[in-house]
C-alpha cells in the first residue's frame, strides 16, 4: 500500500475529523461488548475526554502560534461577532458611518489646508502688501518701485517679485490657427517669480532680466492646461509666435503641470515693460512675493520688512502714509484664506461625528458583552481561562473595528467625489482631494481602540464578578444589566452631548444662511445675464489698442443694437460685475462737507463703478432718489456721481440734502455733482455692505468690460444673442465668464450652503446616532427588568410611574448631556462670530432649542421601548 | 478553580515517550495508540484518551512522528501515525533517559537503611 505521509502542519478540520473517528472507534468497541447504542455513546465521550478542551490544549502546541493563535483567534471572533449579529451589526454599521464621514471630511481638510504646495519649502515664501488702519479694513498695495526697494534691503529674502493682487483686467484674447478666439487669464509677474516658487518650465525656459526691460520684445511662458488644451501639447511650441489680442508673443516656456498660481492663470508675461509701471511709486496694484533664505524666520522678516515700509513712508510722505504696516504671510496662508475656519469647523464636527459613532457602537457592544455574562461566567466554570475570554473579547472587538474600518473607507471613496464635486470651486485644490492615508490610520485607531476598549472594560467587571451569583441568577439578569448600566449612562451623556453641540453648531449655520439667502442684496433681477468681454486689439472702431473714445464708441454701438433686438428689455455695461468676488476699485472719496477737514492719506474708500445708462433697471437695484445717469452725462457736461444709501446716509447725517450735494476722489481732483441715491448693493461679497460710487462711463476713463443684460428670452437665447452680435461688430473679440446675477449670487452663497448642509447632515446623524444609543439601552434594560416590571404591574403600580422610574436617571444623564453640548458652543464663540451672518453664535433660541431638541429626541427614543415592556409585561417562567 | 494556566500533564514527558514506543512495531491511530497504552501497562494507566493529541501534535512538530489519512482495518478514514527515522533515534536517547531517571527516582525512594 503507498502512502502519503505529510510533515506539513494538519489544520484544525483534521483534528476534528480524527476526534470523530476516535470517538467512532470507542463507541464500536462498546457495541461490539455488546452496550446499548446510549451507553456507547456516553462511554465514547468519557473515554475521550472534551472534545473543545483537546482542541485548545492541541492548538497550545501549534508552533505556528502566535501567529496562527492570533488567526484562529480572529476567527473565533468572527464567529461570535456573527452570532451575536443583532449588537454587533448596528454596531459596525454606525462605526463605519462614522470613520467614512470623518476620513473623507479629512481628506477634504487635508487636500485644501495641509498638503503642501506644488512648491518646494513653500512655508519659507511670503505674501507681503501692506495695510493701513486708518483707512479702515483695505488692503493696501505695493507699486513696483517696491520690488527693489525689497531686494535691496532685506538680506532675509533670497528672491523677490511682484503681481498683481488680482487676475481682473489682465485676461488676453487668444486667436490661434483659425479657432474662434478665447479668453485666456494671464498674470503679469517680474522676472524672478519662478525662481520665488522654486519653479522651473517643463520646456523651454525661465524668464530673464533681459525679458523685463522696458519695450522688450513680448515673451509668455504657458501654463500646462493652456499648452494642452489650445496648443494640443505640441512638443515643438517653444520660439514659436502667438497671437494675443492681436499681437504677437514669443511663446518662451511652458510651466511644470500643477503650477496653478496665481489662481486660474493661463499664461505668465514679464510686468515690467512698461515705464509708466516700472517708475511710478503711486501705481499701487501689486503685492510682492518672496523667498526666504534658509534659516531666516518669518517673525525676523515681518519685522525688517515693516520697518523698510516705515522708513520709506518718511522718505516719500507723497505716496505713502505713515499709519501703513507690513503685512507678510505665508503662501499656504495666503492660498487657503478664508476658507479655513470653516474647514477647521467642518474637521472638528466630522471628528465629533466620529466619537459619536465610536459612543454608540460602544454603548452596544457593552449592551452586547452584559448579555453575554452568563455564557462568560458558564466558560470560565468550566475552565476557560480568563486571559483567553480576554483575549476572544478583544478579538472581536477587533474584529468589529477592522470590517468597520474597510466598510467606512470604502464609503468614504464613494463619498469623497461627491463631496468634491459639491463644494464650492472657488476653495483652492478641492478636486485634489483624495483618500489620505493619514486620515485612514487615525479612523482605524480609534475605532479599534474603541472596540477594544468597549469589550474589555464590560469584561473585565464580568470576569471579576464572583461567579456563583450570576449563574444562580440564571435568565434574571437584573444585577447584570444594572451594573453595566452606570457606564452605560455615562456613554448617554457623552452621546448628548455631541448631539447637541452638533445640532446647535448647525442650527447656527443654518439660521446664517437663512438670513443670508434672504438678505436684501440690491440686485432684483436675478435672472440677468452678465459677461466679461475682453476689448482689445485691433477692429473697425480702431488699430492697436482700443483708445478711451474707440472703446465708448463700440460699446455704445453693442448695447444699442441689443437694445434694439426684440426680446431685449435692457442691456448695459459696467467697470466690475456685481460679486465678481474680492476684486474692485476702490477709491477714496471726500464729500464737500466734510473736505478740508481731514489730512490728506486717510480719506474713507467706496467701492467704484463705472457705469452706462440703463444699468440700475438692468440688474434690478432700485433708485431711491434723483435720476439715473441719461445721454446728456457725456465728457464735457458737468461731472455727475451717483451714491448709495449708506453714503447718503451720512450726508444727510451732516445736515445736507444728498442730490446736489457734492464730492470728489481726492483733494486735487475736481468736484462731481450728485445725481442720484441707490439702494444698497453688494458688489463684493453677499455678506459684506459696502459703499458704492457711480460714475458714466461717458465722463470716466476706466473700461466697462462687463455686460450686463435681460430680456423676455431664456438666457440661452440671450447668450447666443450677445455672441452674434458680438461677431457682426467685431470678430476678434471674445466674451467670456458668461453668468446670470442669480448664478452669480449662488456661486457667493455656496460655501455657506455646502457648509451648513454638511453641518445639518453630521448633526442630524449625531442626533440619529445618540437615539439609537438610548434606545438600545433602555430597550436592554428593559428586557432585564421585566420581571420586576411584571410584579410591580400586579401589584397595580401606574404604568406611567413604572414607566418614569425605569427611564428616569438615564434621561437625567441625557438631559445633563444635552446643556452641557450647547454651553460647549460658547467656548467656540469668538472663533464662530466671523463665520455667521447676522447671527451672534449665543443666539439664545438656537442653542435652548437644539437642547431642547435632543432631549424630547431621547425622550422619544426612551419610552418607545419603555412603553412597550410595561404595557405588555412578560414573565419569564423559566 | 481552574488555574490561569493550562494545567501541566505531569505525564507529558512519559507520555511522549510511550507514544513512540507504541509506535516502533509500526504505524497506528489515535485509537489504537491510546488502547495499546493502556493494554500494554495492563490497563493500569487509564488515560484520557484525548490528551494523547497534544502529544502526537508535538511530537509531529518535532519531526519524530509524520502521519497521514487512511482507511482503518475496520473501515473508517483515521489518521495514521509512523516513526520517522529521528523519531526512532529519539526512543534511544528517550529509553536511556527514562532509565537513568527510574533508578535514581528507585534510589531515593528505596526504604531508609
Not at chain 1, 90 to 108: E, N, W, Y
Not at chain 1, 627 to 634: G, K
Amino acid at each position: 500500500m503507498k502512502w502519503k505521509w505529510k510533515r506539513h502542519r494538519p489544520t484544525p478540520q483534521d483534528l476534528d475529523d480524527e476526534l470523530q473517528s476516535h470517538l467512532e472507534a470507542l463507541r464500536q468497541e462498546r457495541l461490539d461488548r455488546g452496550d446499548s447504542p446510549e451507553a456507547a455513546a456516553r462511554y465514547a465521550h468519557q473515554h475521550l475526554g472534551n472534545r473543545t478542551a483537546i482542541a485548545e490544549d492541541v492548538h497550545q502546541v501549534d508552533p505556528w502560534s502566535p501567529f496562527a493563535n492570533a488567526l484562529y483567534t480572529l476567527r473565533m471572533a468572527a464567529r461570535s461577532v456573527t452570532r451575536h449579529r443583532k449588537t454587533t451589526g448596528p454596531a459596525t454599521a454606525i462605526l463605519s458611518l462614522g470613520i467614512a464621514m470623518s476620513v473623507a471630511m479629512f481628506s477634504l481638510v487635508d487636500a485644501v489646508l495641509l498638503r503642501p504646495l506644488p512648491f518646494p519649502r513653500q512655508e519659507s515664501i511670503e505674501v507681503i502688501w501692506k495695510v493701513d488702519a486708518q483707512a479702515g479694513h483695505y488692503i493696501e498695495e505695493l507699486a513696483y518701485p517696491e520690488l527693489r526697494d525689497l531686494q535691496d534691503n532685506i538680506r532675509d529674502l533670497e528672491y523677490v517679485a511682484v503681481m498683481p493682487t488680482s487676475l481682473y483686467g489682465y485676461a488676453r484674447v487668444l486667436q490661434h490657427q483659425g479657432r474662434e478666439p478665447v479668453q485666456i487669464e494671464s498674470a503679469p509677474v517680474s522676472h524672478d517669480f519662478f525662481r520665488v516658487l522654486g519653479v522651473e518650465p517643463a520646456l523651454g525656459r525661465n524668464f530673464r532680466a533681459s525679458d523685463e526691460r522696458v519695450n522688450a520684445a513680448p515673451v509668455v511662458i504657458l501654463s500646462d492646461r493652456v499648452w494642452r488644451e489650445h496648443f494640443n501639447s505640441d512638443p515643438h511650441i517653444i520660439g514659436r509666435m502667438i497671437r494675443l489680442n492681436g499681437d504677437g508673443n514669443t511663446v518662451i516656456g511652458v510651466m511644470a503641470p500643477g503650477v496653478d498660481f496665481p489662481r486660474g492663470a493661463g499664461f505668465w508675461r514679464p510686468l515690467g515693460i512698461d515705464r509708466n509701471i516700472v517708475e511710478r511709486r503711486n501705481a499701487t496694484y501689486l503685492q510682492a512675493i518672496a523667498r526666504r533664505r534658509p534659516g531666516s524666520s518669518h517673525a525676523a522678516v515681518e519685522r525688517q520688512i515693516d520697518s523698510l515700509f516705515q522708513r520709506l513712508a518718511n522718505q516719500y510722505p507723497q505716496f505713502y502714509s505713515p499709519s501703513q504696516r507690513a503685512s507678510v504671510m505665508t503662501l499656504p496662508v495666503y492660498w487657503t484664506g478664508s476658507s479655513r475656519p470653516q474647514l477647521w469647523i467642518l474637521l472638528g464636527a466630522s471628528i465629533l461625528l466620529l466619537t459619536a459613532s465610536v459612543l454608540s457602537a460602544g454603548i452596544l457592544i457593552l449592551s452586547g458583552v452584559v448579555a453575554r455574562r452568563i455564557e462568560l461566567a458558564t466558560r470560565i466554570a468550566l475552565g476557560a481561562a480568563r486571559w483567553r475570554i480576554l483575549t476572544q473579547l478583544a478579538a472581536e472587538g477587533g474584529f468589529i473595528a477592522i470590517t468597520a474600518t474597510l466598510a467606512g473607507s470604502a464609503l468614504s471613496l464613494l463619498a469623497l467625489p461627491l463631496l468634491t464635486r459639491w463644494a464650492p470651486a472657488d476653495i483652492p485644490r478641492v478636486s485634489d482631494a483624495h483618500l489620505d492615508p493619514a486620515a485612514l490610520t487615525f479612523a482605524v485607531a480609534a475605532a479599534i481602540l474603541a472596540a477594544i476598549v468597549c469589550t474589555l472594560i464590560p469584561a473585565g467587571s464580568a470576569l471579576n464578578q464572583p461567579l456563583e451569583p450570576v449563574l444562580r441568577e440564571g435568565s434574571t439578569r437584573s444585577s447584570l444589566s444594572r451594573s453595566g448600566l452606570r457606564t452605560r449612562n455615562w456613554f448617554i451623556c457623552a452621546q448628548a452631548t455631541v448631539a447637541a453641540l452638533m445640532l446647535a453648531l448647525a442650527g447656527l449655520f443654518v439660521a446664517s444662511y437663512h438670513a443670508l439667502s434672504t438678505a436684501d442684496i440690491g440686485f432684483a433681477h436675478r435672472d440677468t445675464l452678465t459677461f466679461n468681454l475682453a476689448l482689445h486689439g485691433p477692429g473697425p472702431f480702431g488699430a492697436g489698442t482700443y483708445s478711451v473714445g474707440a472703446r465708448r464708441a463700440f460699446y455704445n454701438e453693442l448695447l444699442h443694437r441689443l437694445r434694439e433686438t426684440p426680446g431685449v428689455l435692457s442691456a448695459a455695461a459696467i467697470l466690475v460685475r456685481p460679486l465678481e468676488g474680492p476684486i474692485g476699485w476702490e477709491r477714496d472719496y471726500e464729500f464737500a462737507f466734510e473736505a478740508g477737514k481731514q489730512t490728506d492719506r486717510v480719506l474713507p474708500k467706496a467701492n467704484y463703478e463705472s457705469i452706462t445708462t440703463g444699468y440700475f433697471a438692468t440688474v434690478g437695484t432700485p433708485l431711491l432718489e434723483g435720476r439715473d445717469f441719461n445721454d446728456h452725462d457725456v465728457e464735457g457736461s458737468p461731472s455727475v456721481v451717483i451714491i448709495s444709501q449708506s453714503l447718503a446716509r451720512r450726508i444727510r447725517a451732516a445736515g445736507h440734502s444728498p442730490v446736489g450735494h457734492q464730492l470728489r476722489f481726492g483733494p486735487s481732483l475736481p468736484w462731481l455733482t450728485i445725481v442720484g441715491v441707490t439702494a444698497d448693493a453688494r458688489y463684493r461679497n453677499i455678506a459684506q455692505q459696502d459703499a458704492d460710487l457711480f460714475v458714466p462711463a461717458m465722463q470716466a476713463q476706466p473700461s466697462t468690460p462687463y455686460l450686463v443684460i435681460r430680456g423676455t428670452q431664456s438666457t440661452t437665447e440671450l447668450a447666443k444673442l450677445v455672441r452674434r452680435t458680438l461677431a457682426q461688430l467685431d470678430p476678434s473679440q471674445a466674451a467670456a465668464r458668461e453668468a446670470t446675477l442669480g448664478e452669480l449670487i449662488d456661486a457667493n452663497t455656496a460655501r455657506n450652503r455646502f457648509h451648513m448642509i454638511l453641518l445639518l447632515a453630521f448633526g442630524a446623524a449625531a442626533l440619529l446616532l445618540a437615539a439609537t444609543a438610548i434606545y438600545g439601552v433602555i430597550a436592554e434594560l428593559m428586557s432585564a427588568r421585566r420581571q420586576e416590571i411584571a410584579i410591580r404591574t400586579a401589584l397595580g403600580s401606574p404604568r406611567a410611574r413604572l414607566m418614569r422610574d425605569m427611564i428616569r436617571s438615564t434621561l437625567l444623564f441625557a438631559a445633563v448631556g444635552a446643556l452641557a453640548g450647547t454651553s460647549a458652543l460658547l467656548f467656540l464663540r469668538d472663533h464662530l462670530t466671523t463665520l455667521l451672518y447676522a447671527i451672534t453664535p449665543t443666539d439664545p433660541t438656537i442653542l435652548l432649542s437644539s437642547a431642547a431638541f435632543v432631549l424630547v429626541v431621547n425622550l422619544a427614543a426612551a419610552c418607545w421601548p419603555a412603553w412597550r415592556a410595561v404595557d405588555r409585561p412578560r414573565i419569564d417562567f423559566t | 478553580m481552574p488555574d490561569d494556566k493550562p494545567p501541566v500533564d505531569i505525564l507529558q514527558g512519559t507520555l511522549n515517550m510511550m507514544i513512540l514506543r507504541v509506535l516502533l512495531p509500526g504505524p497506528a491511530n489515535g485509537y489504537e495508540i491510546a488502547r495499546s497504552i493502556e493494554r500494554r501497562s495492563d490497563d493500569l494507566l487509564q488515560v484520557e484518551q484525548g490528551s494523547i493529541y497534544p502529544a502526537l501534535r508535538r511530537l509531529e512538530t518535532k519531526g519524530f512522528v509524520e502521519a497521514s489519512w487512511k482507511t482503518s482495518s475496520t473501515n473508517r478514514r483515521a489518521r495514521y501515525y509512523r516513526l520517522t527515522r529521528t523519531g526512532r533515534k529519539q526512543i534511544l536517547a528517550e529509553q536511556s533517559r527514562w532509565k537513568t531517571l527510574v533508578h535514581a527516582i528507585t534510589r531515593v525512594m528505596r526504604p531508609a537503611e
